[in-house]
């Protein structure tokens, strides 16, 4: 029974076209999270949404457009892709305001533009 | 602004022995939880160890044990009885007792030699 699960595992895309990836958590948490990885593995916060509200929105292209339609789900929308968004996108989740709880992780999603 | 910093970009150890992974974090906050991720080849995130900064006890699952020392705010993992699965990314983590944003460090791979 996955706990955060995000769609899909590979996306191969030629530069310039628009891409989405979804994720979903089934744990009833309030906070999600979209982390970009880079090749040198830097784990960087892209974005937060608190109840479907973003909370935090770090210096990120406008290119890129999360989505939070509930709270159990953020999708990411990333228009007109550049090489230079090869990474591994990771979706997150966790509770607000309990410190104590740790952030649960999808297995990512590995984007390749070529 | 919180910091979490990870001076040991690679470190390798021998099966069955022991090693311990360094962090260090800047932050002005007494109230404030500590986690260490593990992240294998599979590039799933994977919880290993927590750690409440109101808590003087080290926390302990199995072979992971923390050195938490808040004044010096310093917070290493020590992997004893090193076994081949042990390699792996790990990333330092801290979360503030409230709101929900966390820091990562900038991760150790750690290479198990048979």
């Known amino acids: 029974d996955t706990a955060v699960s995000q769609t899909p595992k590979y996306l191969v895309t030629q530069m310039g076209n628009d891409k989405s990836i979804k994720c979903e958590q089934n744990l009833g948490h309030d906070t999600m999270y979209w982390y970009k990885q880079d090749s040198k593995k830097f784990l960087k916060i892209m974005f937060s949404y608190n109840n479907k509200e973003l909370i935090i929105n770090e210096t990120v292209p406008n290119r890129f457009s999360p989505k939070s339609p509930d709270k159990a789900h953020l999708n990411l929308h990333i228009n007109s892709l550049e090489l230079g968004d090869s990474a591994v996108y990771f979706c997150?989740?966790?509770?607000?305001?309990?410190?104590?709880?740790?952030?649960?992780f999808g297995q990512g999603t590995r984007l390749t533009v070529v | 602004a919180q910091t979490v910093t990870q001076s040991q970009p690679e470190m390798s150890v021998q099966e069955a022995e022991t090693v311990t992974l360094s962090c260090t974090y800047d932050t002005s906050e007494s109230d404030y939880y500590l986690f260490w991720y593990k992240q294998p080849p599979s590039r799933q995130m994977i919880l290993v160890i927590r750690?409440?900064?109101?808590?003087?006890q080290n926390a302990t699952e199995n072979r992971f044990s923390v050195n938490f020392q808040k004044a010096a705010k310093s917070f290493s993992l020590k992997i004893s009885d090193s076994q081949l699965g042990d390699a792996a990314m790990y990333f330092c983590?801290?979360?503030?007792?409230?709101?929900?944003?966390?820091?990562f460090g900038t991760g150790t791979s750690l290479t198990v030699i048979p």
């Open positions: 750690q409440e900064a109101y808590k003087q």
């Open positions: 983590a801290y979360r503030r007792n409230t709101g929900n944003q966390f820091y």
């Open positions: 997150a989740s966790s509770p607000y305001s309990t410190g104590g709880t740790e952030a649960f």
